[in-house]
T-cell receptor
Framework: AQSVTQPDIHITVSEGASLELRCNYSYGATPYLFWYVQSPGQGLQLLLKYFSGDTLVQGIKGFEAEFKRSQSSFNLRKPSVHWSDAAEYFCAVEGGGAAGNKLTFGGGTRVLVKP | GAVVSQHPSRVICKSGTSVKIECRSLDFQATTMFWYRQFPKQSLMLMATSNEGSKATYEQGVEKDKFLINHASLTLSTLTVTSAHPEDSSFYIC????????????FGAGSRLTVL
């Protein structure tokens, strides 16, 4: 079965500082990987996705993520955080086969931005 | 881009009543929609896969008779929480897949259900 782990429940970062959110996945083949962001009381917005090809993926709002097969990781990064980046971030994996193209989410990482 | 609309965004009901939440794909047809549940400060848990014209597929542990799903058209899926109890209070989010090659799910804004 596919699974996603986000080791950090909370991260506090100063505005202007860099941000890295960790994501590790478990899946038998090459997965489809996603990062979503959720503001309080809102739905999810897709930041970026990885299907195949270049392992460094660029997304919206200045985010990027790198797929590392050897580490089963898909960490999200942003060089300089803005106060508006304070939100909950979810990593997700989608697999086919028995998983039926279902999206499995990690537990989420809440990002707090200090002025 | 693809847009998924959910209604209502917030609903408060009395214990024992039923509540219907609608999920619409506004500019695309969706043969499959997904319903998630999210408890406060927790992740999203897939409840069921809604299939147009056929029965929904429920995840293990989700009560089919409690959470009725109907996907009567290619743009509408409904989730009905029957005989709601306070423990059903949660944030319910639907998503739909635009049938393009990107295979990306679009999420609704969610519906917060509070059962008194």
């Amino acid at each position: 079965a596919q699974s996603v782990t986000q080791p950090d429940i909370h991260i506090t970062v100063s505005e202007g500082a860099s941000l890295e959110l960790r994501c590790n996945y478990s899946y038998g083949a090459t997965p489809y990987l996603f990062w979503y962001v959720q503001s309080p009381g809102q739905g999810l917005q897709l930041l970026l996705k990885y299907f195949s090809g270049d392992t460094l993926v660029q997304g919206i709002k200045g985010f990027e993520a790198e797929f590392k097969r050897s580490q089963s990781s898909f960490n999200l990064r942003k060089p300089s955080v803005h106060w508006s980046d304070a939100a909950e971030y979810f990593c997700a994996v989608e697999g086919g086969g028995a998983a039926g193209n279902k999206l499995t989410f990690g537990g989420g990482t809440r990002v707090l931005v200090k002025p | 881009g693809a847009v998924v609309s959910q209604h209502p965004s917030r609903v408060i009901c009395k214990s024992g009543t039923s509540v219907k939440i609608e999920c619409r794909s506004l500019d695309f047809q969706a043969t499959t929609m997904f319903w998630y549940r999210q408890f406060p400060k927790q992740s999203l848990m897939l409840m069921a896969t809604s299939n147009e014209g056929s029965k929904a597929t429920y995840e293990q542990g989700v009560e089919k008779d409690k959470f009725l799903i109907n996907h009567a058209s290619l743009t509408l899926s409904t989730l009905t929480v029957t005989s709601a109890h306070p423990e059903d209070s949660s944030f319910y989010i639907c998503s739909a897949r635009d049938g393009g090659p990107a295979n990306v799910l679009t999420f609704g804004a969610g519906s917060r259900l509070t059962v008194l």
